[in-house]
């Protein structure tokens, strides 16, 4: 993942972007994506979707990863790290005895 950001404050440098990089406007940014990316949902089923939309799909995730990766940069989070402590902090909440197979809620297990 250090070479993707790696890559990305390349890019973002060269264009002298990091000015409008603070974590309130990244985070905008993340969700305004990722709305980009819901939208090639929108009155379709998810079959034709996928099979009508892959493309922007696949363009529309880049630029939600693109954002999360620069966010958690600048706000020094190391996303791995974050993503492994949230898996065990979800399988205390969700034990597989109780919600195997299940879409409720921890709290209505």
């Known amino acids: 993942m250090n070479h ?15 000015q409008f990089h603070n974590p309130k406007d990244l ?19 998810s079959e034709q979707a996928v099979r009508e939309k892959s493309k ?3 363009e529309e995730m ?7 990766l620069l966010l958690s940069n600048e ?8 993503v492994i402590d ?6 205390t909440k969700y034990p597989e005895s109780k919600s195997f197979g299940s879409n409720k809620k921890y709290t209505d297990l």
Request: glycine share 2%.
């Open 4 to 18: 993707l950001i790696q890559k990305l404050i390349e890019f973002r440098d060269q264009r002298n972007w990091k």
């Open 27 to 45: 985070a905008i940014s993340l969700v305004l994506e990722a709305s980009e990316l819901l939208e090639n949902f929108q009155w379709k089923s």
């Open 56 to 58: 922007s799909i696949e």
């Open 62 to 68: 880049a630029d939600v990863f693109t954002y999360l």
């Open 75 to 82: 706000m020094g989070i190391d996303l791995e790290k974050a």
């Open 86 to 91: 949230k898996i065990a902090k979800n399988a």
